[in-house]
């Protein structure tokens, strides 16, 4: 759920270059001026730079045209998975993969600021639901099969989960880091709240539905926001 954060503002940019010339403008110290006060003359104008420059270096930090470096995944994942299951056979099951970033009390006001464009949810690999039956959230159907996901707060604060096909974004060579690049899907409505409790990292759940037959709830809670819809699941019982 955590939204990108790979872009830097222009005025961010522009205050940050203010400040880094006026720190590197200084006038060059007479050669009579002692070693202690150019010393303490060179102290300032690297504090100054240093203030500057986390307005102007964005977090994710991209060199364009870089050379191709393998690494090897070290972060853990989570799984929220409903089953179906009765004698020797099942009649279907749902299943989401995902990463846990930790959650940061800063990501509340991005996640207020960044609307109408869609965000990483989770953290390095896609997040990914897999079903081998149809379900519906609300008045949308989706049927089985793979999908990667995507959050978006849409302009006027609603919040949707995007279902992508994965085929798509497998021949581009997209990674999760580039979930804003991405167009077309299936939209899911997702209700939002605050709660009392915070979570210290990305959780997400299948909740089964004691109340409504082959009814189920998607829950997703980072910090004190919890996103939710309701389903219904649709097995195969032959």
């Known amino acids: 759920m955590a939204p990108n954060r790979g872009t830097t503002t222009t005025t961010n ?4 270059t203010d400040a880094a010339d006026a720190a590197m403008a200084e006038p060059a110290p ?27 270096v964005p ?15 070290t972060s853990t994942r989570g799984n929220a998975r409903i089953f179906y299951w009765g004698g020797d056979r ?6 989401i ?13 991005q996640i207020e600021a960044q609307r109408g464009v869609r965000w990483r ?3 390095n690999f896609w997040t990914n639901l897999d079903s081998n039956i149809d379900f519906k959230a609300g008045d949308v159907e989706v049927l089985a099969g793979h999908y990667y996901l ?8 609603a919040f949707l989960l995007w279902l ?9 060579h997209l990674d999760a880091f580039h979930a804003a690049r991405t167009t077309g899907g299936t939209a899911l409505p997702l209700v939002h709240r605050e709660v009392a409790t915070k979570s210290g990292a990305l959780t997400m759940r299948l909740d089964v539905d004691a109340q409504k037959k082959d009814g189920a709830k998607l829950v997703i809670q980072f910090g004190r926001h919890e996103l939710s819809a309701e389903l219904t699941l649709v097995p195969d019982r032959g």
């Open 13 to 16: 940019a522009t205050n940050a």
């Open 121 to 123: 949810l989770g953290q």
């Open 59 to 73: 977090v994710a930090q991209v060199v364009p045209n870089a050379a191709q470096r393998a690494f090897p995944e």
């Open 97 to 109: 993969d995902y990463g846990q970033p930790a959650w940061k009390d800063a990501y509340d006001a």
């Open 164 to 172: 992508l096909d994965p085929v798509e974004i497998r021949d581009a």
């Open 30 to 56: 007479p050669r009579c001026r002692s070693p202690r006060r150019r010393l303490r003359g060179a102290w300032l104008a690297l504090a100054a730079l240093l203030l500057a420059a986390p307005l102007a």
């Open 150 to 157: 995507v959050l978006e707060r849409t302009v006027d604060g």
């Open 90 to 95: 099942s009649a279907g099951q749902l299943t």
